[in-house]
């Protein structure tokens, strides 16, 4: 006979409500910041049935999807960091997790601005961009310097709010014993990695830095998608709707 996962106390089904809409947030954020800009530049860039082409339009609608998945994941943090704030009673390391959803939800805030500004205002940040699209953030520091520091800024400040989504989560699915729960919290760490690479080469020249970023569109649906099963399934058969 399987093991059920443990009932939870009176006062945790709250976080692991907030850890499902979380995820449910996560998702949307998932596919509006990531998958879409991802998937329609790469379709421009290799233009395999001459549909799409690079060009303002698409860089102005690129810029729509990175804003509205910032806030969608602004909104995910947000959610996680109030599920692991209901937690902390239980486990003092939730205070950590809660802590660093914080600094996150700041560092996509800082991420926003710059970007936006630096697209409609610098027309010859869409001509180096049209050459390569993954050379965006490069671009962005030839053409506009501030506007890049900023954006390194926050995204570090966003990298920490994942890390303390990845540490929230491997305590709540070893609490529980909830297999979904620690797979999206390694998807997420999965995640970070890969995101490093376009900053580091800002610093260093590697070569081979984009390849993994195709990971990105899968695994940030991958990591919401099983925090939504595993909290579901703690909550499902045990609290009323």
Sequence with gaps: MVAQPPIPAVDEPKGLRRFETGAIFGLAGGVAGLVLPVTVNLLAFYDPVGIFTFGTTLVE???ICVLAGAILLAFSLILYRLGFGALRKFDRWFLVASLLCNIGSIGLLVIVTPMVLALYSTPSLVECIRGAPSRSLTCLATVQPLFAYAV???????????LGIVVGLELGGRRYREVSLMSGGVAYALLLLVLIAPFVALLFPIGGWQYPLLTVPLLGLLAPALVYTGSHRLLGPQVPP
Excluded: D, M, P, S
């Excluded at 390194?152 to 994942?162: D, K, N, Q, T, Y």
């Design 61 to 63: 609608l690129t810029t």
């Design 152 to 162: 390194v800024v926050g995204f570090w400040l966003a990298w920490l709010g994942g």
